[in-house]
């Protein structure tokens, strides 16, 4: 089945510096990659997605890349502001069932 | 339009009894899911129903049982509830076609 790895688990940038999170994933089927952020004590809520016939998607201050031939895909936040603490967590979900599974999650502190 | 919640909001259940959580979403979607979160684990999903009357094991299904006797209501069930299964509790719909996952609130249990 699918495994999604998510690196790294920590992540501290300075506001307005740029913040990347990396995330592989195993099924070659995989063809959506969702990305949610959860404030603490909040439900995950979908910030951007990606399809597998698209390498790019950006929206104001993210994007996301896909990679399909390494399996890798990555959320890049550029001049991250201080809303934007919280964990970030991807997935991956393939067109054979409704499975979305996700990766371990990143938590990004933002550094005044 | 009340989206997707759960009940309880949180739980002390003794270990040994059995628990159901519950969850109903309002948004006609076909696909349910359920996922534990635990500290550094992220979201792992634990069964999920592409439309009413199917089910399916997701990454950790040991200990739980679900049932999708509708479109709207998908309860989680512990028969015999052990400390491991102490954890955040998260619902989740989606409509097929669009992918998007939306969460509950989450109900926290803790087993003792």
């Known amino acids: 089945g699918e495994n999604v790895e998510q690196h790294p688990s920590t992540l501290s940038v300075q506001e307005g510096d740029s913040a990347v999170i990396k995330c592989t994933y195993s099924d070659s089927a995989s063809n959506y990659f969702p990305w949610y952020k959860q404030e603490l004590g909040k439900r995950p809520q979908l910030i951007i997605d990606i399809r597998s016939n698209v390498g790019e998607k950006k929206d104001q201050r993210i994007a996301v890349t896909l990679n399909k031939t390494a399996k890798h895909f990555s959320l890049h936040i550029t001049e991250t502001q201080p809303e934007d603490p919280a964990v970030y967590l991807c997935a991956a979900k393939a067109n054979r069932d409704d499975k979305i599974i996700f990766g371990k999650g990143t938590r990004l502190h933002i550094l005044p | 339009t009340a989206g997707i919640t759960q009940a309880p909001t949180s739980q002390i259940l003794a270990a040994g009894r059995s628990m159901t959580l519950r969850c109903t979403q309002d948004m006609r979607h076909n696909a349910m899911y359920w996922y534990r979160q635990d500290l550094g684990l992220g979201l792992r999903l634990i069964h999920y129903?592409?439309?009413?009357?199917?089910?399916g094991k997701g990454e950790v299904p040991d200990g739980y049982s679900v049932s999708r006797a509708n479109t709207d209501d998908f309860p989680l069930t512990l028969a015999s509830a052990v400390p491991s299964q102490t954890s955040v509790y998260f619902c989740?719909?989606?409509?097929?076609?669009?992918?998007?996952?939306?969460f509950g609130p989450g109900t926290r249990l803790t087993v003792l």
């Open positions: 129903s592409n439309t009413a009357g199917t089910t």
């Open positions: 989740a719909s989606s409509d097929n076609g669009g992918n998007e996952q939306f």
